[in-house]
């Protein structure tokens, strides 16, 4: 056990010094009392609440229940903001500002009289942002998902939260949904706060977050209006205390058997591909390696169990009451690695064995699987060296083998421009191909990797075709596209090299991705390439700021679009001033 002179806060707090005297005065100043911070934990509650992150809006009133739950077990809370990723409202995409939130994270658990920490978020990029920046600070913490929105309904239809928005504008922009109808799905969508209601991105890292062992047992599930949010939110705040005392640190809890029963999780639950990149970043500030291949290696032993879409058909208002992450756990835990702890003292085995399906449609048991596609497989070939991502479960069975003509857009500008030109020369066979849409290119890897079909072919009742790009895509989201193509066409990866009408080869079975052209032909657009780029002179666009600073230090997106200083798992250095 920890004892009072050892926490970290009473560097800050504790000296008879000139220093001392005024870090007391000034907590003084707020109103708090000596008796208030004297000799306890002092918990930060890092809360990403902000007006316009919708999915987050509830969790201002809800770090009053955490207040509470760390008062009642002890401690001191200060409740710290930090940005606030919210899709869909930052540009150009959350995903460049995931490592911003990380590194603030980290700084604000360093630079202040912080003995443990409540990690308050659950969008797409706040669950590893906010994790990240707490495995690099290594102080015991608590993770809380915000959890997801309620059902949603349109004309008597289950509708998702991003799965629809795609399918509904595909039709409006064939001419089958009138104005009327695309106006009152606008405010049928999203029903009440929380995150996005289908298997995204968030729900995908929150299941991680409480895989890793980062969250109480069952928090993942439930939804963010359910009175068993509030509840749960203060009983993290008690936690985050015991925590402190029992000087227990992520490092402690999280370990690569953690890593790997989370990819199996992922696997399970039908995830986004978006995890790809999340995990090996979170790894990395743990000093954990997480090779892209790995994938390879579990996938074929864990089907699809989770019938949520955009995969399935329920929501995660059902997956909740159909017994959560807890019973979908169990149904694979003969996969998993069961002895890995958690943040509330017990293993994960412990924690899921008495876990009950009670709906066994929406969390389906091994034997009636939705699915025995793997839910993510890894591509490699001439045109992806380091590795590519395809979702062979939101995917289309016809396109898993196929070859056809590219047709490329160099950029999302003219992607935009050019998709429903009526002349656009194009067909249901052609690779739709975007170029300088990953971490360096977009900059940030926005989710446009999900390209709209042509317009043209829309109205021929087109409804997916092959899609490759170094983008990521939405986790709410469908089709047959390729994902996270390494290396990248803004640094000179063979997909800056394609050209319209070059031959493209999809092989799922094969784990391939090939572009038919001869290695001689590629190695002269390399070198013309290379030669129009110096002749440019370089980027005509100026960054300026952490852009600036991001397109400098930014890794490929196998390796977790990290930022290269702040991967691995040296100790963040404390403050030696006082």
């Known amino acids: 056990m920890k004892s009072v002179e050892s926490l970290r806060s009473q ?19 707020t109103g708090y009392r000596r008796e208030d911070f004297a000799q306890r934990p002092v918990i930060a509650i890092v809360n990403t609440w902000s007006d316009i992150s919708t999915c987050h809006v509830h969790l201002r009133e809800r770090a009053s229940k955490v207040r509470e739950g760390i008062i009642r077990a002890g401690g001191f809370p200060l409740e710290l903001p930090a940005m606030s990723l919210g899709e869909v409202m930052v540009k150009p995409t959350t995903m460049l500002y995931r490592n911003f939130l990380a590194m603030e994270v980290e700084e604000l658990l360093r630079s202040h009289p912080v003995d443990g920490a409540v990690l308050m978020g659950g969008c797409d990029k706040t669950t590893p942002g906010l994790l990240m920046g707490a495995f690099s600070m290594n102080i015991p913490a608590v993770y809380i998902p915000a959890g997801a929105t309620g059902n949603a309904y349109f004309k008597g239809e289950k509708i998702g939260t991003g799965t629809h928005t795609a399918k509904f504008w595909a039709e409006r922009r064939a001419g089958r949904l009138n104005d009327q109808d695309w106006i009152a799905i606008e405010s049928a ?4 706060v929380g995150t996005c209601n289908t298997m995204g991105t968030a729900s995908t890292m929150t ?12 928090a993942q599930s439930i939804p ?17 205390v015991q925590l402190v005392w029992q000087d227990r640190c992520p490092s402690q809890i999280v370990s690569l058997a953690s890593f790997r029963n989370a990819m199996r999780c992922v696997l399970a639950l039908g995830g986004s591909t978006n995890a790809c990149v999340h995990l090996p970043a979170m790894a990395g500030r743990l000093g954990i390696d997480l090779p892209l291949q790995l994938w390879e290696s579990l996938n074929q032993t864990i089907p699809l169990l989770a019938n949520l879409m955009p995969a399935g058909a329920h929501l995660m208002e059902d997956f909740y009451r159909a017994g959560g992450l807890q019973a979908l756990l169990a149904q694979i835990s003969e996969q998993l690695e069961l002895e890995t702890p958690t943040v509330n003292g017990k293993t994960l085995g412990q924690n899921i064995s008495a876990a009950v399906i009670y709906d066994t449609d929406v969390i389906r048991t091994v034997q009636t699987a939705l699915s025995r596609e793997p839910a993510i497989a890894v591509l490699t070939g001439n045109l992806a060296p380091d590795g590519a991502i395809i979702k062979p479960t939101a995917a289309s069975a016809q396109l898993l083998h196929h070859r056809g003509p590219a047709l490329v857009f160099k950029n999302h500008a003219d992607l935009s421009a050019r998709i429903d030109d009526p002349n656009l020369n194009v067909s249901a066979q052609s690779v739709l191909v975007l170029q300088n849409a990953g971490p360096v290119g977009g900059p940030g890897m926005p989710e446009w990797g999900n390209l709209p079909i042509p317009k043209k072919l829309l109205a021929q009742g087109v409804r997916d075709m092959l899609r490759i790009s170094d983008a990521r895509m939405s986790g709410t989201h469908f089709g047959t596209c390729v994902l996270h193509v390494c290396p990248e066409s803004a640094i000179g990866g063979p997909l800056a090299l394609v050209q319209d009408g070059d031959e493209i080869e999809l092989n799922l079975t094969a784990r391939s991705l090939t572009l038919r052209v001869a290695a001689e032909v590629l190695q002269q657009r390399r070198e013309k390439l290379i030669q129009d780029q110096q002749d440019k002179g370089g980027s005509s666009t100026k960054q300026r700021g952490y852009t600036a600073l991001y397109k400098r230090h930014v890794q490929q997106a196998h390796l977790g679009a990290d930022l290269d200083f702040l991967t691995g798992s040296d100790a963040s250095p404390e403050p030696d001033i006082f």
Request: with cysteine.
């Open 11 to 29: 560097r800050w707090l504790a000296p008879d010094t000139m220093r001392g005297y005024s870090h007391r005065a000034r907590l003084q100043q």
């Open 189 to 192: 969508m999203t029903r009440t």
């Open 207 to 218: 299941a991680v977050a409480e895989v890793l062992g980062m969250t109480l047992p069952g």
């Open 224 to 240: 963010a209006a359910d009175s068993a949010h509030p509840r749960m939110c203060t009983e993290a705040g008690e936690l985050a």
